[in-house]
């Protein structure tokens, strides 16, 4: 599942863009306060769960974690329910100049899918194909068309307003002359028994339940800090990152995740560049089994890393770039999206330590085929990934009226989009375009 094409109104300063051509691989580039990060949250908005309308009673969850809200009964109000339906609660500022009151946003997502990829989303593929799905199309795209409405300072509603599979709706509000319903799904079909009266409901159900839960997004608050041992933490975050590793390693029913979580650790490759041996000498990240242990000194859990000298070492003593890179990679172990969004790729990385990311997001998740990870977008102030030509470059300009602007850089221009000496450094540093296997 790769998101295709966006359309985004009154949403924080996107106040009306249309972003088409989006690949696997997908940079936004821009100054600060530009707007880039902007796109990646109303996307993680978008597919993060809601709460059911009928038992909202406006809870105040800023001061509650994600493992609390997870915890909690579905009469606390916690983001429970499904992507497409119910309320966003306490979330301030996510209209444009705060016009809750008067405005809308609105949204056009496209969603492709590879043939064998949607055929395991729905029980009824055979009859979607027959009377649907556009038999001179390889891949499957669904379109999502709805909005956000304000219902206060802090709190809006989700709805949609239609739903379509290629060119077919499956789903609509209710058109104008009809009973007062607030929604209904198509029933007419020319084939497929199993899918009349509420068969598109099921197929509804079926296909957008599958996208709960589909997107990570990675914020720049990525640094780990100095933790008391706790047995009771189970949410991965920045600063429960020791103990969260620590009790996954403990729990017999999560043994399998733990085994995997230091395979994906130990699968990300060194960038094999000569000026940098030396240094890799001592990073923990190997081409094998990452090398580890615990150790408790005075009441705070500590993570012991090996390095190729043979020497263990506590995480802190590794640098913030090694420790972002080992985030990033469990967080995607542990959540298993289908979309990470990442801001500011380039926190504690140097350009080729950037490059080697994205390189090994392509290489060891994007093309595999086992893997559900199948599309990345990150935001960065660095033009160290400009010149690449594998994945697509976005430019996010702000005017003084405070609108964004996306546009897509063109490949042909970066020589007047970025300076001579940059350019040349950039060249000096590229690596080959990475093979990858379509799903």
Known sequence: MI??????????SIVNQKIEKLTQVNMIYGYNNSGKSNLLKFINLIFSRKIAADNFTKLDQSRLTDFQLQNLNSNDDVPSGNFWEGIIANSPYIFHKNRWQSD???FEI????????FKALTTHYESLKKDILDPEQEDTTLTIIGRIIGRNFLDSEIKLDKVKLDSKAIYSTAPLGSPPV??????????GADLKGNGYQ??????LSSLNDSVLLLDNDRYFVNELEDQDVFELTPRTFKNWLHNLSLNPQRNNDFMITLKELGAFESSRDPELNDSEMNSPLKHSQVEYQFSRIQGEIELILGNSHGLKLPISAFGTGIQQIIYIIAKISEKKPRIVLIEEIELNLSPMYQMQLIQHLL???ISIVDKNLSQVFFTTHSPGLCYRDDFQILNVSISANGESAIKI???KQLKEFYPQDIMENLVKQKSPKPKTTKK
């Open 3 to 12: 998101i295709k094409e966006i359309q985004i109104s009154n949403f924080k």
């Open 104 to 106: 809308t946003i609105e």
């Open 110 to 117: 496209s969603l492709g899918f590879k043939k064998d990829e």
């Open 182 to 191: 607030s929604n209904y799904f198509e029933t007419l079909i020319k084939g």
């Open 202 to 207: 099921i197929v509804f159900n079926e296909i």
């Open 363 to 365: 290489l060891k998740y």
């Open 409 to 411: 850089v063109d490949k």
